[in-house]
T-cell receptor, first 108, second 116 residues
Framework: KNEVEQSPQNLTAQEGEFITINCSYSVGISALHWLQQHPGGGIVSLFM?????KKHGRLIATINIQEKHSSLHITASHPRDSAVYIC??????????WGAGTKLIIKP | EAQVTQNPRYLITVTGKKLTVTCSQN?????MSWYRQDPGLGLRQIYY???????DKGDVPEGYKVSRKEKRNFPLILESPSPNQTSLYFC???????????????FGNGTRLTVT
């Protein structure tokens, strides 16, 4: 069983829809990262959080430490949001454990 | 512009021919790391460095070498590449020595390596 599991693996939605991507983990963590990988391959850090909620534009990331779960939400989704979204958790040895990613396609 | 620069973007080589993928950052970051990305496996860490002259193995270090002689540069060396090292490679850096514990990662654009 993977220590970091993302769901869904693939998600296709229409422009404007509210998107939720989930990340569950089984290890104790000190931080959780959400990253975006563009179709061209480049990777951009979106959020780093250890508690609560963070918001940046149309993106919202939440984490529930007790439930070992984080969600990434996209409001008013747009085709340019199409990308692979990756969750990574930092374990107690300060090593990142990576999820396999969620491929999101937003159709116009 | 603050960035992590990897070169080359694409590289095709033959088994056994030594190669180096360069990585340079201009943000005075302490932490640097190399990852490989393969379909269905996500990112896997090869080596990382918390500061100059300090390097440590990641999850998949076999067949790779690194060095950190200067803060800005962290080259990845494949002494004798093999086809199973065909992959997409990313260099990343982060401000603080603990890296992803207390600061976000900045990634290079990736190097697609093919070993025949």
């Amino acid at each position: 069983k993977n220590e970091v599991e993302q769901s869904p693996q693939n998600l296709t939605a229409q422009e404007g829809e509210f998107i939720t991507i989930n990340c569950s983990y089984s290890v104790g963590i000190s931080a959780l990262h959400w990253l975006q990988q563009h179709p061209g391959g480049g990777i951009v850090s979106l959020f780093m959080l250890s508690s609560g909620k963070k918001k940046h534009g149309r993106l919202i990331a939440t984490i529930n430490i007790q439930e070992k779960h984080s969600s990434l939400h996209i409001t008013a989704s747009h085709p340019r949001d199409s990308a692979v979204y990756i969750c990574a958790v930092l374990d107690s040895n300060y090593q990142l454990i990576w999820g396999a990613g969620t491929k999101l396609i937003i159709k116009p | 512009e603050a960035q992590v620069t990897q070169n080359p973007r694409y590289l095709i080589t033959v088994t056994g021919k030594k190669l180096t993928v360069t990585c340079s950052q201009n943000m005075n970051h302490e932490y640097m790391s190399w990852y490989r990305q393969d379909p269905g496996l996500g990112l896997r860490q090869i080596y990382y460095s918390m500061n100059v002259e300090v390097t440590d193995k990641g999850d998949v270090p076999e067949g790779y070498k690194v060095s950190r002689k200067e803060k800005r540069n962290f080259p990845l060396i494949l002494e004798s590449p093999s086809p199973n090292q065909t992959s997409l490679y990313f260099c990343a850096s982060s401000l603080m020595a603990l890296g992803p514990y207390n600061s976000p990662l900045h990634f290079g654009n990736g190097t697609r390596l093919t070993v025949t």
